[in-house]
T-cell receptor
Framework: EAQVTQNPRYLITVTGKKLTVTCSQN?????MSWYRQDPGLGLRQIYY???????DKGDVPEGYKVSRKEKRNFPLILESPSPNQTSLYFC?????????????FGPGTRLTVT | SQQGEEDPQALSIQEGENATMNCSYK?????LQWYRQNSGRGLVHLIL?????REKHSGRLRVTLDTSKKSSSLLITASRAADTASYFC??????????????FGKGTKLSVIP
């Protein structure tokens, strides 16, 4: 089954404690992306990756890091989380090569930073 | 930056009625996509319309695109209670030089009353 998986689904952590949210897709998609969703603000792109070892900032990259060492994985790293990073996070992927552009979304990770 | 802006922010209709949501954007695009999100869950792709298309249908969905006005509309005909969800438009811009960005609006929350 074609899917994007994220782990963990729920996470409560404390300010400053480094964390990683994993994202994996099984569709051989070149493009992967991270978004955060906050009430009243919609989805905002954090980082995206056009392919392995190619990443770029989205609209709200501050406080986040990403890496793309393998095509299927695109982890989101919060080196020193702060309460303003409490949010619902989504990973997504799409095929740029086949020009389909339809994004497949993961189920979301609800992060609370206290 | 937020590109698409949906209107209205919230819409409540009776089952069987049609629902129309609008999206306006600011810059040039390659395509415009509509997504649906059930409460707190991942987004699901509904339909994509390319910049050289004016209208597209998929089942009970009809999407129009007016690039001169930089606007799009999503029409859901004969609505059902199961259509209750948030709907987002997303504008896509692919530079071909290694950049592809999909920018989401804040969404329209649709409630269909049985």
């Amino acid at each position: 089954e074609a899917q994007v998986t994220q782990n963990p689904r729920y996470l409560i952590t404390v300010t400053g404690k480094k964390l990683t949210v994993t994202c994996s897709q099984n569709m051989n998609h070149e493009y992967m992306s991270w978004y955060r969703q906050d009430p009243g603000l919609g989805l905002r792109q954090i980082y995206y990756s056009m392919n392995v070892e190619v990443t770029d900032k989205g609209d709200v990259p501050e406080g986040y890091k990403v890496s793309r060492k393998e095509k299927r994985n695109f982890p989101l790293i919060l080196e020193s989380p702060s309460p303003n990073q409490t949010s619902l996070y989504f990973c997504a992927s799409t095929s740029i090569g086949r020009a389909s552009y339809e994004q497949y979304f993961g189920p979301g990770t609800r992060l609370t930073v206290t | 930056s937020q590109q698409g802006e949906e209107d209205p922010q919230a819409l409540s209709i009776q089952e069987g009625e049609n629902a129309t949501m609008n999206c306006s954007y600011k810059t040039s695009i390659n395509n415009l996509q509509w997504y649906r999100q059930n409460s707190g869950r991942g987004l699901v792709h509904l339909i994509l319309i390319r910049s050289n298309e004016r209208e597209k249908h998929s089942g009970r969905l009809r999407v129009t695109l007016d690039t001169s006005k930089k606007s799009s509309s999503l029409l859901i005909t004969a609505s059902r209670a199961a259509d209750t969800a948030s709907y987002f438009c997303a504008t896509a811009l692919y530079s071909g030089a290694g950049s592809y960005q999909l920018t989401f609006g804040k969404g329209t929350k649709l409630s269909v009353i049985p």
